[in-house]
């Protein structure tokens, strides 16, 4: 029988984040045998009780609540996990803090920035452990961009460029609302790739280029009404189907972003590229195990753009997976990020970034990005 301290978590919602994130948990105690911490799977929250107890079977959960608000009053739940789309975010946090329970929420911190900052103050004043999902910078290879920025080995960066792209909403008949299609309701989504795709680039920039100093943005809303689920009506589309800004940043860089649905052709190509004095650079999700650098430094002969397979044991988290050479998939960085979660506990609580602060950072981008695609001009953070 294991002696570590049980953290029993409560996941709201089933969808593909609540199965990302249970699954996350099945791999800790395996993957990292050495954490003081150990999650167990003690509750699904889900409106649907059917849905609820399948996945509560599938995963392991030992039980299942139809409301969240129940969740919460349990004694025998330590942290919250919340899964759901992003106007239930701050709800749910607010309340879990309030109740003493740890709170790892999904990004964006919420739909509107108001709510956004309730739910960092609620969760500053519980002083609970927290983290949000922004999975990305625990992609080994991203973390591997992280240390050599950090080394210095770029010198002064000059430019930061990130995009994201997808295409599955070009169709004029696909819905708004409802279980499916949240993401283009925007009382449910808040906002369209601005929230959803651009917060991840957004997220990733302010940790490996620091913070955003003012943005001047354009978005746009290709198809302006769509059948609503719920209403059984065309109704108007409030969410923004492409967003583009570019921006400084307080190191004196400049930033340039652009997240669609609508690139044909591309389904969740998230790349970016920093250029500095000396070095560069770039990454690929597609092609998510390798880092491209380049050198100015290096002999001129042997000059070029070098392709990094992050797969070796003194690469970031590859010494807890399988030998060189073999290579991890998007699943491994939410496994990387809830150990790095369990591992802040042994700490005294040190809170495992990114944290609700860093993460009220990117929303305050985002809303900034909103606000001068609105108002047609420079916006400052
Ligand atoms: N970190 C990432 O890379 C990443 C990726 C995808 C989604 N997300 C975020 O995760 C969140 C969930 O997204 P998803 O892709 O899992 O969506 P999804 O549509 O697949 O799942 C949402 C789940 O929430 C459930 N839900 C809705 N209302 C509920 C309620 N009142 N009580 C309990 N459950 C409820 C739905 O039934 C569904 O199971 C969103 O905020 C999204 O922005 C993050």
Not at 87 to 108: C, D, R, T, Y
Not at 138 to 145: D, F, G, Q, Y
Not at 168 to 190: F, K, M, N, Y
């Amino acid at each position: 029988m294991s002696d570590k301290k049980k953290v029993r978590i409560g996941l709201v919602g089933r969808g593909l984040m609540g199965r990302m994130h249970a699954n996350a948990y099945t791999h800790i105690s395996t993957i990292f045998p050495d954490l003081e911490y150990q999650p167990v799977l003690q509750a699904i929250a889900s409106r649907n009780e059917e849905k609820g107890k399948e996945f509560a079977d599938t995963w392991g959960f030992q039980s299942y609540e139809n409301d969240w608000r129940k969740m919460i009053e349990r004694d025998d739940i330590d942290a919250i996990d919340i899964c759901a789309p992003n106007n239930m975010h701050a709800e749910i946090a607010i309340a879990a803090a309030k109740a003493g329970k740890m709170v790892l929420s999904e990004k964006p911190l919420s739909h509107e920035i108001g709510q956004a900052k309730e739910m960092l103050d609620a969760i500053t004043e519980a002083g609970v452990p927290n983290t949000v999902w922004y999975n990305y910078r625990r992609m080994p290879a991203v973390t591997l961009a992280k240390n050599i920025v950090d080394s210095g080995r770029l010198g002064q960066i000059f430019h930061y460029r990130a995009n994201f792209l997808q295409d599955w909403t070009i169709s004029p008949d696909l819905p708004q609302g409802g279980e499916a299609a949240w993401r283009l309701d925007v009382d449910a989504a808040g906002s369209g790739v601005t929230g959803d795709l651009l917060a991840h680039c957004i997220d990733t920039a302010i940790w490996l280029n620091g913070g955003i100093e003012d943005v001047s943005a354009v978005t746009k809303t290709f198809i302006k009404e769509r059948l609503h689920q719920e209403t059984g009506k065309v109704q108007p589309v409030g969410i923004d189907d492409a967003s583009i800004f570019h921006c400084h940043f307080k190191n004196g860089s400049l930033g340039l972003f652009e997240a669609t649905r609508y690139a044909r052709g591309h389904k969740a190509l998230y790349t970016f590229e920093i250029n500095g004095e000396h070095a560069s650079i770039r990454w690929d999700l597609h092609d998510m195990n390798w880092l491209e650098y380049f050198d100015h430094r290096d002999d001129a002969e042997v000059r070029g753009w070098r392709k990094i397979h992050v797969s070796d044991g003194d690469q970031p988290y590859m010494d807890r997976w399988w030998i060189p050479g073999t290579s991890l998939g998007y699943e491994h960085s939410f496994i990387h990020q809830a150990a790095d979660f369990f591992k802040g506990l042994e700490n005294g609580g040190k809170r495992c970034a990114p944290t609700i602060e860093d993460a009220y950072e990117t929303e305050k981008v985002c809303h900034a990005v909103l606000e001068s695609a609105k108002s047609r001009s420079w916006k400052t953070v």
